[in-house]
């Protein structure tokens, strides 16, 4: 179902999450739960992954994931401010220690010339308090590759943020 190199990483992180009893939440936009399907595609990940949203609306965000409007309103649904209110927003709503959410454009259409397409923000967020962001801009790749990369990207942030 995924590109060969991404199960592995997804095993790492749910190897991690499960030995230091931490469970995982995913808030993902332009992903529409890609990285929650790739976090469970591990054979025993129930016992890492608590759930995963998909809130690809701006209403979703608000509604299942706590993101003030106004944020939204002010920044724009593709921006850091929101990438971390959903993450923020995901271990709130949850019962999860780690909580990653994805934010972009993945085209071929909805990008401008300040937010072009393949613009992605990322936030992880630790029950802790540490909260890491990463903006990436993958260019006009196509569709299927900005969310890919996405994938790998909110993949490799959560490895990072469990150690």
């Not at 592995?8 to 332009?30: N, Y």
């Amino acid at each position: 179902m995924f590109p060969s190199d991404i199960e592995p990483l997804a095993k790492t992180i749910t190897d991690r999450a499960s030995d230091a009893g931490i469970m995982l939440a995913t808030a993902e936009s332009c992903t529409a739960g890609l990285l929650v399907a790739a976090l469970t595609t591990v054979s025993g990940s129930a016992k890492a992954v608590d759930r995963g949203f998909v809130t690809y609306s701006n209403d979703a965000k608000s509604q299942m994931l706590g993101v003030d409007p106004k944020l939204i309103d002010l920044h724009g649904a593709v921006s850091r401010a929101v990438a971390e209110a959903m993450a923020k927003g995901a271990l709130e709503t949850s019962g999860a220690g780690l909580a990653a959410s994805v934010t972009g454009i993945a085209g071929p259409t909805g990008g401008t010339a300040e937010k072009p397409v393949g613009l992605v923000h990322f936030a992880v967020a630790h029950r802790d308090g540490r909260l890491i962001h990463r903006e990436e801009r993958f260019g006009d790749i196509g569709r299927d590759a900005v969310r890919l990369e996405s994938v790998r990207t909110a993949l490799r942030m959560m490895a990072e943020a469990l150690g």
